[in-house]
């Protein structure tokens, strides 16, 4: 249980690090779209369906931690792999935020947070790759597809 609450609040860390950075000198009304973006972003990892992402066996590891409290349970279950892994999800059209102004943030918040996770030592593209560019290229088909 300590360990779960350890992962819970690296995440919130995580997340707070890269607002802070990707906010510095930003006008108030860009600092509020970011953080409904990531608000966004925490109700999508409570819901999302990690099958397509992940596979079955890290699905059911969810589903058995979302009955125990659906809150948070993706953040003290996977770590930032499982996350970039994701992103895709949170960038397609039942998850965009209403608004072409609000979706293209979404989306180019998203291609921001996958280079930050990528050159903060998050994820190792040596290593993943694969995962990697398949996000990250799903992330600019999403961008050229915004109005």
Known sequence: ?????????????????????????????????????????????????VTPHLGTHPAALLSAEREFDSAGAFQRVFGPFELMCCLPGFIEPPWLL????????????TGRLLAWLRTNGYVDVHIDSCAYLETKSIIDRARRALP
Do not use: C, I, K, W
Not at 3 to 32: C, I, K, P
Not at 98 to 109: H, K, T, W
């Open 1 to 49: 249980m300590l360990e779960n609450m350890t992962t819970n609040f690296a995440y919130h860390q995580m997340f707070d690090s890269f607002l802070a950075e990707v906010s510095l000198g930003r006008q108030r009304v860009t600092r509020q779209r970011y953080q409904r973006v990531f608000t966004h972003l925490d109700l999508f990892l409570d819901h999302v369906d």
């Open 98 to 109: 209403p608004g072409a102004q609000e979706a293209r943030v979404q989306v180019s918040l």
